[in-house]
C-alpha cells in the first residue's frame, strides 16, 4: 500500500530501535500514528559499534511488513572494520532497503572523543564512498547548521560536507535547530561551496523542554532565550506552545524553498501528528498490524 500527500512538500520522521516489549509497542504505536500521514521515508537509528544492530534490523523489518513503508537504515563507522560496517550495508540490501543514512556516529560511552577503528572508515565521507562501490544505495549524511563539535569552524564543516556529498551522497539531514536564520545561513553558505544537494532540516519538536536541554547540550545545539522563557511560562499549555512554534518554524522554512522536512520523533508520535496536521498534511486511512512481534 502506498500513502500519499496533495502536500508539495513531503515528509520523514526518525525512529530509533526499541530495548524490550514495552518500547516495541511504544514504536509500534509511533509507526501506527505517523504512518497515514504518507512519509517519503521514515529511518531507524544505529547505535554506536553496532550496539542495537539487531534491534535496528528488527525493526526495519517489522515497519517494512506491517506498514510497508519505505526505512532507511542509518549507519555509523564507530567501533567496527570496514568489512563489518559494510556486511551491515549488505544486509540492508538483502531486507530491499535501499536508502541509507550514513554518519560517521558519536564516540561510545566512556571515549571522549571519536577514535577510527584502526580497520574501519575513518570518517563518514570514506562511508560514503564505501557504500557507493558496494550497492546501489541512496544516502543521505548529517549537516550541522550551528557546526558540528569536532570542527574549528564552519568553513571546515561546509568543507566535511561537501567530501560527503562528492563522495556520493545525495542529501543531508541537519541536526536540529530553533533559529530558521541559522538553518539559511548555513544553506546558502553551502552552496556557496558548490554543494548541490538538498540540505534537509531536522526538525525536533519539544515532547520535554528540560529533555530537549540535555539533547541540546550534548550535540551543542542553540536553545534561544525566548524559548527559555517562553516554556518557563507555558504551564499546562507546553504542548499547545511545542505545536505552535514548531508549525510556526516549519512554515516559514517551507516559504524560504524547504520541500522536505525531517522529524526526529524520539518515538513519541502524538506531537509530530498534531504538528502535521497543522501544516495541513491529511492522514488516510490505512489498514496496519496490530502490534509489533
Known sequence: MTYETPQTTSLSFEF??????????????????????????????????????ERTVSAIKTIQDRARLNVAGHLTVVGASKAETLDVARGYAAQGVRRIVALRGDA????????AHPDGFRDAAELVAGLKEAGNFEISVAAYPEK????????????????????GASSAITQFFFENEDFLRFRDAAADAGITAPIIPGILPVENFTKMLRFADMCQAKVPDWMHQAFR????????????????????????????????????PDLVYNISRALGFEAVGVDLAASVA
Not at 21 to 34: G, Q, T
Not at 108 to 115: L, M, N, R, S, T
Not at 151 to 166: F, H
Not at 238 to 266: K, N, P, S
Open 16 to 53: 530509533f530501535p526499541p530495548h524490550n516489549a514495552e518500547a516495541s509497542a511504544r514504536l509500534w504505536r509511533s509507526v501506527e500514528r505517523l504512518a497515514p500521514l504518507g512519509p517519503k521515508y521514515v529511518s531507524v537509528t544505529y547505535g554506536a559499534g553496532g550496539t542495537t544492530r
Open 108 to 115: 561510545p560511552k566512556g571515549q571522549d572523543h571519536f577514535i
Open 148 to 167: 558540528h563539535p569536532d570542527s574549528a569552524d564552519m568553513k571546515a564543516d561546509i568543507e566535511n560536507l561537501k567530501r560527503k556529498i562528492d563522495a
Open 233 to 268: 511560562n507555558a504551564g499546562d499549555d507546553a504542548e499547545v506552545l511545542a505545536t505552535a512554534i514548531c508549525a510556526e518554524q516549519c512554515d516559514e522554512l517551507q516559504a524560504e524553498g524547504v520541500d522536505h522536512l525531517h522529524f526526529y520523533t524520539l518515538n513519541n
